[in-house]
């Protein structure tokens, strides 16, 4: 049960278009010059988060708050495993139980052996006494007394289940209609009745997402359900095929796409649960599936996003979003009768996005006014507005910087907490908590460290806990009051081991972009071992947005991915975040909007020639890239528009004509398909507003060396993305490598196979040497 798994010890090699495969065996062959020895690669696998993450100590992993505002969290030294609880009212701080207990207390109840090395507990509640506790691992659910250890298997709780506030009740999805179970007894009542397939109630469909469990949200009395009836009926559908003997199970499955006459659309209602079930349906026609922040209406948890109940469970707001997220609608329902009243509508002139953590719209029905996020005047700030009109009444938040999250809200007080960057003087990709009132009056820095916080608020809201780090500076984890002060500091990570192994710090960097003014930033990861009188070869990982970024967090990492690994086989490795990306201006945000083939390679470009200006051991010659899903489709991109540039790309799961990719997606960022009444007279195809996007018509400027890679169960983007570049290639002659995956979904990047023919593909092309045939990662390594 608590068992690692060994995994099979053959490297298999696809080759063009996939017509011939070949295993090669775990014969040892002696070295041959120019290649590569094992021991590079087995230093190289040091580097990678399996093997750095157990270096660290007094390191805070994973935390947990309880109810009654005490935080339970779990610390690391060296990668064994204990568990803390801290009472901030007090200032106490207790030891719970360590993983050498815990594994003996398991080998007694399940009779088996346990390493207390895999024992990595999640979902921790402590009891009001404090003298037990409930915990989730591997799945199950267990409780133990502190006192004696003794632990006991709990009854496992429904899969797919959206639990109310009180806990008294969980809603579910059978045969596509909601159902609502009494979690005391047992009971389950179903509460409508016409759901189909394709056009059931709570469905959790996106096309490239799906899920099992009802998307909804539950009033705060947990006596009431909003939620809605999800259409797919008319939508196209996408087929996937395992690889198996025999017969393959076959997936099909709805899946709009750009430009599609049909996509999913909702119908909203509430249900209220008291005294009888009772559907009101809203006085609304079906809209479209869409979310202002995100290309899904579900979030985690399975959260309706845009919906909010009052306080007091009697009012629901939602916002409501064109097909071309350019229009956002504020509306309040009646929940009686069905009636909707409009609010407020902003509409941009590319896509409108309500936040870039969570949504940072509110509805402050106590007060009349609701609290609204935009980004009108280049930079995302809030705005408070009258409920009853839709008037403005004050900015809250201005300037040129960034409100990033709207935390938390003290009407009593008249104030609010903010997550926003770009304010203090460093990074601007640094988070810091502010306060401020929602006059707009005395914006107050509550964690003024020069660092990246990371923010976790107890249940209460009366305390929070601040992990603030750098990429190249360790956690520090501290507990405040909303004031800020300071109340205990629980941890500070130790990264002696680390660096003890050979460890180095990526190094961060600023450059200008493509137009020469705005400033970019990023990270370069260096050979430990570099030699400044030699050259090296180049490698660029990206990923261009516009939703995520290359870097992403600023947080302290002792891995990211297996850049420094790719650095320790004698690679420069850079990354910056390129317009296009979030985290700035809107402008900034939005740089190529409508033309999603830019992927801000200009930037990445112009980021590489810099760097080689300050540093000459940069070999501009010898220049690769790499990334993975939108990462995949930039990739290609750069070796196809800049083939003078890159001379060798792994390209993995990319989208590399988004007319195949999600319709959510696409028509955010690329705005809705339009066909031109013009054809190409050489593909004798019609003109789009899409063609600029695309990667297969680019296929003939191929120069490089290209490998490119899709798993054959790829649900979110549908392998034929990568057989329309493969089919595009062949036909104009060009030679490249092709990987495929049978069995495989779109989460390979850092698998263990893969990752090793990534290496193996760089190390040959940009490095001419042989890499280590024989070489296996070990077992920890998946």
Known sequence: MFRTGTWARQTCRVLLAGLVAGCTSDQPAPLQAGQVAPAEYQRAEQMLGANTLPLLSSHIAAHYWQANDQLVYRRSDLGEQSYVVFDPASGERRALLDNQRLAAALEGLLDEEVEPADLLLTDIRLAESGEALEFELQGERFSMTLADHGVRKLAPEPADEFVSPDGSRAAFLRDHNLWVRDTASGESIQLTFDGEQHHGYATNNAGWIRGAGPVLQWSPDSSKIATFRHNGRQVGDFVLWDTRVGRSNIDIWKYPLP?????????????????????????????????????????????????????????????????????????????????????????????????????????????????????????????????????????????????????????????????????????????????????????????????????????????????????????????????????????????????????????????????????????????????????????????????????????????????????????????????????????????????????????????????????????????????????????????????????????????????????????????????????????????????????????????????LAHGLMDTNVHPSSTMLLVDALIEAEKDFDLIVLPNVGHGFLNSRYFMKRRWDYFVEHLQQRQPPAQFRFADNIR
């Open 259 to 707: 430009g599609d006459e049909h996509i999913f659309t909702i119908e909203r209602l509430v249900i209220h649960l008291e005294p009888e079930p009772r559907l009101v349906w809203l006085d609304l026609p079906p809209e479209a599936h869409r979310s202002t922040t995100s290309d899904h209406v579900a979030g985690p948890g399975d959260v309706w996003l845009d919906v909010q109940w009052s306080s007091d469970s009697e009012r629901l707001a939602f916002i409501s979003s064109s097909r071309d997220h350019k229009v956002a609608q504020l509306r309040v329902a009646d929940i009686d009768d069905g009636s909707v009243r409009d609010v407020y509508r902003e509409e941009a002139a590319t896509q409108y996005m309500s936040g870039f953590v969570d949504e940072n719209w509110r509805v402050l029905h106590e007060r009349g006014e609701f609290i609204w996020f935009s980004e009108q005047d280049d930079w995302g700030h809030l705005y408070l507005h009258d409920l009853a009109d839709g008037a403005l009444k004050n900015r809250i938040t201005a300037g040129s910087w960034l409100v990033l999250d709207l935390q938390q809200i003290d009407l009593a007080g008249n104030r609010l907490w903010l997550l926003a960057s770009n304010i203090e003087g460093s990074d601007p990709y640094f988070r810091y908590l502010y306060s401020v009132g929602l006059d707009g009056e005395g914006l107050k820095l509550l964690t003024p460290e020069p660092a990246h916080h990371a923010i976790s608020w107890s249940d209460s809201g009366d305390y929070f806990l601040d992990t603030y780090s750098t990429a190249d500076t360790p956690p520090v984890s501290v507990v405040r009051d909303r004031e800020g002060a300071v109340l205990a500091t629980l941890e500070q990570t130790d990264i002696a081991k680390l660096r003890e192994a050979g460890w180095q710090a990526p190094v961060p960097f600023t450059v200008k972009a493509r137009d020469q003014r705005t400033d970019l930033h990023g990270l370069m990861y260096l050979p430990s071992s570099l030699d400044p009188g030699r050259q090296y070869p180049v490698l660029n990982y990206l990923y261009p947005g516009p939703l995520g970024s290359s870097v992403g967090s600023r947080a302290f990492r002792p891995s990211r991915g297996d850049k420094q690994a790719l650095a320790e086989l004698g690679f420069i490795v850079v990354e910056v975040d390129a317009m296009g990306t979030p985290g700035r201006s809107k402008s900034f945000h939005d740089a190529y909007y409508g033309n999603m083939g830019d992927n801000g390679l200009p930037d990445q470009i112009a980021m590489i020639r810099q760097l080689a200006e300050r540093h000459p051991w940069m070999d501009l010659d010898r220049v690769g890239i790499w990334g993975h899903s939108g990462g995949g489709f930039a990739a290609a991109a750069g070796i196809l528009r800049y083939p003078d540039f890159y001379k060798v790309a792994v390209s993995s799961a990319g989208n590399h004509d988004n007319r195949n990719y999600e319709d959510d997606w696409a028509e955010r960022w690329q705005g809705l398909l339009e066909y031109d009444s013009e054809t190409d007279p050489v593909s004798e195809q019609r003109l789009s507003n899409y063609d600029n996007q695309a990667n297969p018509p680019l296929a003939g400027n191929l120069q490089g060396k290209l490998l």
